[in-house]
């Protein structure tokens, strides 16, 4: 591998890697925080109630 290719792949790693975080941390900030009180159980196992669904399903 040449000096060349070899830090094109260097820049294109640290890019997405940058870009990955960059959105994490975009989308931390703006989202409301997850209410785990709210979330439908996943699984109900022995609880005698039926789960609801997923997070399509939470009330409004």
Request: one cysteine or more; glycine letters at 10%; a positive charge.
């Amino acid at each position: 591998m040449s000096q060349a290719s070899s830090s094109a792949a260097l820049l294109r790693r640290v890019g997405f890697w940058l870009a990955l975080l960059g959105f994490i941390a975009w989308d931390y900030q703006r989202s409301d925080p997850v209410n785990l009180r709210l979330e439908p159980p996943m699984i109900t196992a022995g609880s005698g109630s039926a789960a609801s669904g997923g997070h399509c399903a939470m009330p409004k």
